[in-house]
T-cell receptor
């Protein structure tokens, strides 16, 4: 039972345009969400997070949007740069449980 | 500040053997979590240790075990290896736990079971 789903295994975007990565979750107890980026042969690195009391969090070119009623979050990257090419994971947790539940990842390819 | 280190980086074993992987967290971090990553499956949570105690456990068979030492270093052991255990094993450390802080990941140990 996948509680966190990233339905797009890959996404290709032109350099300079907006990249939108999506993530859906099923557990209404989740109250903290994170995005990680992973390059080949490296561990994932933290990108941005959002708690359920917010619906938007911004950090430079990265913005995460949370729609609690739809149980959906998205990561926007504007403008997309070649160095953004990586696998992006979303993860979620519930305060009552320290465990992070991860999506399967979306491979983002930025075309020059 | 040194990052999370994992040893060895690559490992080849045969079915039925056992393996021990090591993780040294960032200095001061008390929580260490272990994950298995296989293609198309994302990261599957194995277990989390905090102050030498297993605080949380994922849905893996008992062949997968771990421990944490007083200096927060952690080891993970897999006994009676199966082909399906071939994966990238990642450990991550944080000050308190995954829910409250960003986790910092090591580069992983790539285990191949033949």
């Amino acid at each position: 039972d996948q509680q966190v789903k990233q339905n797009s295994p890959s996404l290709s975007v032109q350099e300079g345009r907006i990249s939108i990565l999506n993530c859906d979750y099923t557990n209404s107890m989740f109250d903290y969400f994170l995005w990680y980026k992973k390059y080949p042969a490296e561990g994932p690195t933290f990108l941005i997070s959002i708690s359920s009391i917010k619906d938007k969090n911004e950090d430079g070119r990265f913005t995460v949007f949370l729609n609690k009623s739809a149980k959906h979050l998205s990561l926007h990257i504007v403008p997309s740069q070649p160095g953004d090419s990586a696998v992006y994971f979303c993860a979620a947790s519930a305060e009552s449980n320290y465990q992070l539940i991860w999506g399967a990842g979306t491979k983002l390819i930025i075309k020059p | 500040k040194a990052g999370v280190t994992q040893t060895p980086r690559y490992l080849i074993k045969t079915r039925g053997q056992q393996v021990t992987l090591s993780c040294s967290p960032i200095s001061g971090h008390r929580s260490v979590s272990w994950y298995q990553q296989t293609p198309g499956q994302g990261l599957q949570f194995l277990f989390e240790y905090f102050s030498e105690t297993q605080r949380n456990k994922g849905n893996f068979p008992g062949r997968f075990s771990g421990r944490q030492f007083s200096n927060s270093r952690s080891e993970m052991n897999v006994s009676t290896l199966e082909l399906g255990d071939s994966a990238l094993y990642l450990c991550a450390s944080s000050w308190y736990g995954a829910s409250y802080n960003e986790q910092f990941f090591g580069p992983g140990t790539r285990l191949t079971v033949l």
